[in-house]
Protein backbone atom coordinates (compact mmCIF):
# COMPACT_ATOMS: atom_id res chain seq x y z
CA UNK A 1 0.00 0.00 0.00
CA UNK A 2 1.08 3.79 -0.54
CA UNK A 3 1.92 5.55 2.30
CA UNK A 4 -0.20 8.36 0.97
CA UNK A 5 -3.14 5.80 1.13
CA UNK A 6 -2.19 4.96 4.62
CA UNK A 7 -1.94 8.71 5.26
CA UNK A 8 -5.56 9.17 3.99
CA UNK A 9 -6.66 6.18 5.94
CA UNK A 10 -5.54 7.79 9.39
CA UNK A 11 -6.79 11.25 8.58
CA UNK A 12 -10.11 9.49 7.98
CA UNK A 13 -9.94 7.77 11.50
CA UNK A 14 -9.36 10.99 13.22
CA UNK A 15 -13.13 12.02 13.37
CA UNK A 16 -14.01 9.50 16.00
CA UNK A 17 -10.95 10.59 18.58
CA UNK A 18 -12.76 11.30 22.13
CA UNK A 19 -11.04 13.99 22.49
CA UNK A 20 -13.31 16.46 24.90
CA UNK A 21 -10.30 18.12 26.39
CA UNK A 22 -7.69 18.82 24.25
CA UNK A 23 -10.03 18.63 21.43
CA UNK A 24 -7.04 17.68 19.25
CA UNK A 25 -7.86 14.68 17.12
CA UNK A 26 -5.19 12.17 16.12
CA UNK A 27 -5.71 9.46 13.85
CA UNK A 28 -3.02 6.48 13.07
CA UNK A 29 -3.00 3.53 10.31
CA UNK A 30 -0.75 0.71 11.10
CA UNK A 31 0.28 -1.41 8.38
CA UNK A 32 1.21 -5.05 9.03
CA UNK A 33 3.60 -6.82 7.27
CA UNK A 34 0.97 -8.71 5.42
CA UNK A 35 -1.05 -6.17 4.28
CA UNK A 36 -3.67 -5.41 6.52
CA UNK A 37 -4.10 -1.89 8.29
CA UNK A 38 -5.56 -1.24 11.66
CA UNK A 39 -6.70 2.34 12.53
CA UNK A 40 -6.36 4.37 15.71
CA UNK A 41 -7.62 7.02 17.66
CA UNK A 42 -6.77 9.23 20.83
CA UNK A 43 -8.93 8.71 23.50
CA UNK A 44 -9.04 10.90 26.43
CA UNK A 45 -10.01 10.61 29.79
CA UNK A 46 -10.60 12.30 32.88
CA UNK A 47 -7.54 11.62 34.56
CA UNK A 48 -5.31 12.77 32.20
CA UNK A 49 -2.62 10.22 32.61
CA UNK A 50 -5.12 7.65 31.50
CA UNK A 51 -5.40 9.04 27.89
CA UNK A 52 -4.08 6.59 25.24
CA UNK A 53 -2.56 7.93 21.75
CA UNK A 54 -4.13 7.57 18.41
CA UNK A 55 -0.62 5.58 17.61
CA UNK A 56 -0.95 2.78 20.60
CA UNK A 57 -4.63 2.51 20.31
CA UNK A 58 -3.66 1.09 16.87
CA UNK A 59 -0.99 -1.57 18.36
CA UNK A 60 -2.76 -2.53 20.49
CA UNK A 61 -5.67 -3.37 18.74
CA UNK A 62 -3.44 -4.90 16.21
CA UNK A 63 -1.89 -7.14 18.62
CA UNK A 64 -4.80 -8.26 20.52
CA UNK A 65 -5.82 -9.52 16.94
CA UNK A 66 -2.89 -11.61 16.89
CA UNK A 67 -0.39 -9.26 14.65
CA UNK A 68 2.95 -8.73 15.06
CA UNK A 69 4.96 -7.67 12.19
CA UNK A 70 4.87 -3.93 10.96
CA UNK A 71 6.07 -2.01 8.49
CA UNK A 72 4.56 1.73 8.60
CA UNK A 73 2.10 4.04 10.73
CA UNK A 74 0.71 6.75 9.24
CA UNK A 75 -0.53 9.79 11.94
CA UNK A 76 -2.77 12.89 10.78
CA UNK A 77 -4.39 14.93 12.96
CA UNK A 78 -6.47 18.53 13.33
CA UNK A 79 -3.96 20.54 14.28
CA UNK A 80 -0.79 19.87 11.41
CA UNK A 81 1.72 17.34 11.45
CA UNK A 82 1.87 15.42 14.75
CA UNK A 83 4.87 13.10 15.79
CA UNK A 84 4.77 10.12 18.24
CA UNK A 85 4.51 11.49 21.65
CA UNK A 86 8.04 9.71 23.75
CA UNK A 87 5.36 6.61 25.41
CA UNK A 88 4.39 5.91 21.65
CA UNK A 89 8.01 5.86 20.31
CA UNK A 90 8.89 3.30 23.42
CA UNK A 91 5.77 1.03 22.62
CA UNK A 92 6.24 0.65 19.28
CA UNK A 93 10.07 -0.01 19.78
CA UNK A 94 8.96 -3.36 21.42
CA UNK A 95 7.79 -4.55 18.22
CA UNK A 96 9.79 -2.78 15.17
CA UNK A 97 12.65 -0.59 15.63
CA UNK A 98 12.97 -0.04 11.43
CA UNK A 99 9.24 0.96 11.57
CA UNK A 100 8.63 3.69 8.78
CA UNK A 101 6.39 6.88 10.30
CA UNK A 102 4.73 8.88 8.20
CA UNK A 103 3.94 12.15 9.26
CA UNK A 104 2.43 15.42 7.66
CA UNK A 105 0.37 18.35 7.65
CA UNK A 106 -1.48 17.12 4.58
CA UNK A 107 -1.10 14.22 2.13
CA UNK A 108 0.55 15.98 -0.23
CA UNK A 109 3.57 17.59 2.25
CA UNK A 110 4.73 13.42 3.98
CA UNK A 111 7.89 13.09 5.65
CA UNK A 112 8.77 10.09 6.06
CA UNK A 113 11.29 8.77 8.96
CA UNK A 114 12.08 5.54 10.41
CA UNK A 115 11.34 4.93 14.43
CA UNK A 116 15.17 4.74 15.12
CA UNK A 117 15.33 8.09 13.54
CA UNK A 118 12.38 9.07 16.45
CA UNK A 119 14.40 6.98 19.23
CA UNK A 120 18.09 6.94 18.08
CA UNK A 121 19.24 3.57 21.12
CA UNK A 122 15.83 2.99 22.25
CA UNK A 123 15.88 0.78 25.21
CA UNK A 124 14.62 -3.21 25.09
CA UNK A 125 14.84 -6.40 26.92
CA UNK A 126 16.68 -9.52 25.08
CA UNK A 127 13.42 -11.44 24.47
CA UNK A 128 13.71 -14.88 25.66
N1 LIG B 1 -1.71 12.53 20.83
C1 LIG B 1 -1.80 11.43 20.02
O1 LIG B 1 -2.81 10.72 20.02
N2 LIG B 1 -0.75 11.14 19.22
C2 LIG B 1 0.33 11.95 19.03
O2 LIG B 1 1.17 11.66 18.20
C3 LIG B 1 0.45 13.19 19.83
C4 LIG B 1 -0.53 13.34 20.94
C5 LIG B 1 -2.90 12.92 21.62
C6 LIG B 1 -2.87 12.72 23.08
C7 LIG B 1 -3.90 13.73 23.56
O3 LIG B 1 -5.19 13.17 23.44
C8 LIG B 1 -3.81 14.85 22.54
O4 LIG B 1 -3.15 14.29 21.41
C9 LIG B 1 -3.08 16.07 23.02
O5 LIG B 1 -1.87 15.72 23.59
Redesign the pocket.
Known amino acids: MEYKELYRLADKAKKN?Y?P??H?Q?G?ALLTADGQVFTG????NSSFGA???????AFVKAISEGQLRFTAIA?A?SGGE????GI?RQFMYEFCPNLDVITGEDENSLRMRTLEQLLPEGFRLEKE
Open positions: AVFSFVAVNIETICAERTVSALPCC
